[in-house]
């Protein structure tokens, strides 16, 4: 059986439509036989200290998979069954930066646009060294092997046991964020991650915007 968890860290008014688009990739898993449970973790959009209670429900739930949402992006309906059924260490979607002057993905390839262009036309799974979340999809054996890796991150609230696995880090004088200095720990455990080029996301930027006028020039 899969059983998915669906973090979400919704702001106190979140968006209707991301949200509205999550319930219906959750239909669509629950009709593929996933069981899904949602949780809500109030206090926008992902920080590290979101990830603790997130990571640790998803091992006590016994579920087999993290799917990580937030209430900004609109998902694709298939989007849970498709990144569950890639069956990859770790893997996500794709979607823009929420920045309107030019299309900047969150996703790294190797950081040339010519690369992203490329499989953006031709579409598939690609590995990468940096997962970004609003859909970043994450085995249970991953966190697993993660925590036995990384003791040190343990820390206590709430007379519960947490790990700090998304804590940010500063290498060569660069701040890696929650998602990234996830990704960077994920690939110190020996995991691969991957981005699924053919599950693209809208991201809100002053409206939900995504690939559009990148594919008209493909």
């Not at 009709?31 to 973790?41: D, M, N, T, Y």
């Amino acid at each position: 059986m899969i059983r998915v968890r669906v973090g979400v860290t919704p702001r106190a008014q979140p968006f209707d439509e991301s949200m509205d688009s999550l319930y219906a990739a959750i239909r669509a898993a629950e009709a593929a036989g996933f069981e899904i449970a949602l949780e809500k973790i109030r206090g926008g959009a992902p920080g590290f200290q979101n990830w603790g209670p997130l990571l640790h429900n998803t091992l006590e739930s016994g579920a087999t998979h993290l799917f990580l949402a937030a209430d900004d992006a609109l998902y694709p309906t298939d989007c849970i069954v498709r990144l569950v059924n890639a069956d990859k260490d770790v893997i996500a979607g794709i979607y823009r930066k929420n920045i309107l002057k030019e299309i900047q993905p969150a996703t790294h390839g190797d950081g040339t646009a010519d690369t992203f262009i490329k499989r953006l036309k031709a579409g598939g799974l690609y590995e990468t060294q940096f997962s970004s979340c609003h859909s970043m999809t994450i085995k249970r054996n991953v966190i697993e092997k993660m925590i036995a890796d990384f003791p040190e991150l343990a820390y206590k609230h709430n007379d519960l046991t947490y790990y700090a696995l998304a804590l940010p880090m500063i290498i060569d004088g660069l701040c890696f964020q929650d998602d990234w200095a996830f990704s960077l720990r994920a690939r110190q455990s020996g995991f691969t991650l991957w981005d699924d080029y053919g599950c693209k996301l809208k991201h809100f930027c002053f409206d939900f915007l995504g690939f559009e006028a990148l594919e008209a020039t493909l």
